[in-house]
């Protein structure tokens, strides 16, 4: 795998607002593009296979972790495996094009730590938990029992990214959230040329 090229890594809980940041920066930069994780969960919504993931059974999933097919992967919910392949890396690197993930918090440090200096990590923060309960219960594509689910998990996700990442992004508005984020996106594409 070569490693020449540059990979912009979003991590933050569920909810925070991660989507829709990494949806905007993909809008203004052509040169950008999104890196499509697997996933053994169900489709949501709308969601189609080889755009927003793709998606396999957790037995195939198990079986490509046993062939060595990922460079990072995780069960981030108790029996939902999500993962970066590495001939998605490959795919997009082939095109010249930066690499953006949308990925949890653990994933997020573990790539920081593969790509290092090709690497810039932002953690997009919500404004508080109670705000992020919000925000899930007014997405209405999950269970209550899912929304409590994602809702711990972003709370132990808070205290766990102190510190682990290049920045973090506080994203209480979100005009000045797309702002910020394209001012930290311009200026590593930048620096690093
Ligand atoms: P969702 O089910 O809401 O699409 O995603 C759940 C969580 O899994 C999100 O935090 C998302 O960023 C994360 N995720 C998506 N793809 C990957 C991946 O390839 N690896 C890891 N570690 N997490 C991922």
Redesign the pocket.
């Given at each position: 795998m070569h490693m020449g090229n540059k990979v912009i890594i979003f991590?933050?809980?569920?909810g925070a607002g991660?989507s829709t940041i990494v949806n905007h920066i993909l809008g203004l930069h052509p040169e950008m593009e999104f890196?499509i994780?697997?996933?053994s969960?169900s489709p949501?919504g709308s969601e189609k296979d080889g755009v927003?993931?793709y998606f396999f059974t957790e037995e195939q999933f198990r079986e490509m972790i046993a062939e060595d097919k990922f460079i990072?992967?995780?069960e981030?919910?108790p029996g939902?495996f999500?993962?970066?392949l590495k001939s998605e890396i490959e795919r997009i690197w082939a095109k010249g094009h930066v690499i953006i993930?949308?990925?949890?918090?653990?994933?997020?440090v573990?790539l920081k730590r593969i790509f290092g200096e090709k690497a810039f990590s932002i953690f997009i923060q919500a404004p508080s938990v109670d705000e992020l309960r919000k925000r899930l219960t007014g997405r209405a594509t999950d269970s209550p029992e899912a929304i409590e689910k994602?809702i711990a998990k972003a709370e132990s996700e808070m205290e766990f990214a102190a510190g682990k990442f290049d920045y973090v992004l506080v994203n209480d508005d979100l005009g000045k959230a797309f702002a910020e984020a394209e001012k930290i996106v311009d200026g590593f594409i930048g620096v690093q040329e």
């Amino acid at each position: 795998m070569h490693m020449g090229n540059k990979v912009i890594i979003f991590s933050a809980p569920s909810g925070a607002g991660k989507s829709t940041i990494v949806n905007h920066i993909l809008g203004l930069h052509p040169e950008m593009e999104f890196s499509i994780s697997a996933t053994s969960r169900s489709p949501r919504g709308s969601e189609k296979d080889g755009v927003e993931y793709y998606f396999f059974t957790e037995e195939q999933f198990r079986e490509m972790i046993a062939e060595d097919k990922f460079i990072e992967h995780e069960e981030v919910y108790p029996g939902s495996f999500y993962g970066t392949l590495k001939s998605e890396i490959e795919r997009i690197w082939a095109k010249g094009h930066v690499i953006i993930f949308d990925i949890d918090v653990q994933g997020g440090v573990n790539l920081k730590r593969i790509f290092g200096e090709k690497a810039f990590s932002i953690f997009i923060q919500a404004p508080s938990v109670d705000e992020l309960r919000k925000r899930l219960t007014g997405r209405a594509t999950d269970s209550p029992e899912a929304i409590e689910k994602r809702i711990a998990k972003a709370e132990s996700e808070m205290e766990f990214a102190a510190g682990k990442f290049d920045y973090v992004l506080v994203n209480d508005d979100l005009g000045k959230a797309f702002a910020e984020a394209e001012k930290i996106v311009d200026g590593f594409i930048g620096v690093q040329e």
